[in-house]
């Protein structure tokens, strides 16, 4: 461990942790609400009668929901997302956290009905100077898939602590 | 519906359509209720403060969200998002409301991207972007990238 370094060996003893996977069903409503909030009209998210019509055959969701977002991304982390972020805080991270950005790659698009069984683990830690001062920069990578094993989502968010 | 976009449209350089968006405090908390983020740094002053933050701040999230429906619209029904990426660079401030339904006067937001590769891989017409979210001094807050099919004209 560098001296001064943000990422204590508690903190690097996080690195690789999975946690539990959490099951969960897509539901119509929570779709058309996300959709609403973004202002969003596309009838496949809002429309069910149009939806049914076309290639989907049910509402889908929008890019980047799978119907519970927060929970899959990192609420499948050990203990759940508020105690994982306790884990990080007693582990000695930064009190101050933001939403450093996110890359999701689609494979099968979900839609309401499905059921997910979402994964996510804490990939990696890294740190560097920057305008806010010594801040460390936390990885976390989410899988989502289908009952039947098939991946329908993968996505890889950075949480910045400072 | 818009004409559908075919892979014959695109050319590397040109524009994705356009989509302006205006960040209110009304639409944050109907954010934070729809997609689970309760985050008080997007509605809580003191808390706000307390995080080294001038005033609540508009969910990168919901940022990503409105480069999402960017490159959705763009693509129309037949083309199909394979990536999307973004990082938050700066941050964005919501308008205030006037009343129960009207935003203050205030910044708008623009949704903006630029096609940076077009390429074939297996049968399939793939599209590359370049996107991003320009605040009201024409700052981008928000910088991505998009990988996207679409179908052949022919």
């Known amino acids: 461990m560098a001296e001064g370094s943000l990422i204590t060996e508690e903190l690097r003893k996080l690195i690789g942790v999975s946690g539990e996977p959490i099951t969960y069903k897509v539901e119509e409503g929570a779709i058309q609400r996300y959709a609403e909030a973004i202002g969003d009209l596309n009838p496949l998210y809002h429309d069910v009668e149009y939806a049914s019509k076309s290639k989907h055959g049910r509402l889908i969701c929008p890019p980047g929901f799978n119907g519970w977002p927060i929970k899959g991304q990192i609420g499948a982390l050990p203990g759940g997302a508020s105690e994982m972020m306790g884990a990080f805080a007693k582990a000695g991270a930064p009190s101050r956290l933001l939403d450093g950005g996110i890359e999701f790659e689609f494979f099968i698009p979900i839609g309401a009905g499905d059921v997910l069984i979402a994964t996510s683990k804490v990939a990696d830690m890294t740190e560097r100077e920057t305008s806010m001062g010594k801040t460390m920069f936390i990885t976390t990578e989410a899988t989502f898939q289908k009952q039947n094993g098939d991946v329908a989502l993968r996505s890889q968010a950075t949480l910045i602590c400072f | ?154």
């Open chain 2, 1 to 154: 519906m818009a004409k559908q976009l075919c892979y014959e449209d695109v050319e590397v350089g040109i524009e994705v359509t356009p989509l302006t968006k205006i960040a209110t405090t009304q639409m944050l908390v109907q954010w934070a209720g729809a997609s689970g983020d309760r985050n008080p740094l997007h509605y809580d002053d003191d808390f706000v403060k307390s995080q080294g933050v001038g005033a609540p701040i508009v969910h990168g999230a919901l940022k990503r969200a409105w480069l999402g429906q960017l490159v959705t619209d763009w693509i129309g029904e037949q083309g199909e998002l394979r990536k999307l990426s973004c990082r938050y660079r700066g941050m964005d401030y919501p308008r205030k409301m006037k009343t129960m339904e009207e935003p203050q006067e205030g910044e708008t937001w623009w949704c903006k991207g630029k096609v940076s590769k077009k390429y074939e891989d297996g049968g399939e017409h793939l599209v590359e972007c370049e996107i991003w979210l320009e605040n009201g001094k024409g700052e981008k807050t928000t910088t991505g990238a998009a990988v996207v099919t679409l179908p052949l004209r022919s």
